[in-house]
């Protein structure tokens, strides 16, 4: 009985960390990447009836379109930064946490107590630095619950932090 040795079949896309590839072909990809991605949004919309070049100039000049709209972008772009630099780690160790909005939530929530309560005690530079630990701490907190659950049932990070989100913004309202 002869054994028949079956070919391995090669993946139809395959994705591989190249450490060899030049600075010029990386920022070529992300070029390409943002240009097909345009070019797909244009198609959805005039999929739809709209005319993208309208659409994608309303985007830009109620982003970037004078000092206000640039005040409003950096201000929400702030805390997504702060929260994308806060999670990067989770993400390098494979931990998924799907729950910055609830931790930003909370961290707010905390912060907010100091303001409402010792503004008119406390001087300008303690309250900001004291709003500032607070708002970490209760950012800290927020995501100490899910990550207990995780360490002693094996719970799962991803939906345990979405599910968060919505039990951090019940809170406010």
């Known amino acids: 009985m002869a054994l028949i040795k079956r070919e391995k079949k090669e993946p139809l896309l395959r994705m591989t960390k190249r450490d060899d590839m030049g600075i010029g072909k990386r920022w070529a990809i992300r070029i390409a990447s943002i240009f097909v991605a345009l070019l797909i949004g244009a198609a959805l919309f005039m999929s739809l009836g709209y005319r993208p070049f309208s659409i994608y100039g309303a985007m830009f000049k109620g982003s970037l379109g004078g000092k206000l709209a640039i ?10 930064l702060g929260a994308s630099l806060a999670i990067a ?25 100091f303001a409402l309560y010792f503004h008119d005690v406390w001087s300008s530079w303690l309250l900001i630095l004291v709003m500032c630990i607070a708002g970490a701490v209760g950012g800290a907190l927020w995501g100490l619950i899910p990550a207990v659950f995780r360490a002693k049932w094996g ?10 989100n919505y039990i951090a913004i019940g809170v406010v309202k």
């Open 89 to 113: 780690p989770a993400f390098r160790m494979k931990f998924w946490n799907i729950g910055v909005e609830g931790q930003i939530t909370m961290g707010a929530i905390f912060s907010t107590f």
């Open 155 to 164: 719970t799962n990070e991803t939906l345990f932090t979405l599910m968060m």
């Open 71 to 80: 005040q409003q972008t950096i201000k929400l772009a702030i805390p997504l």
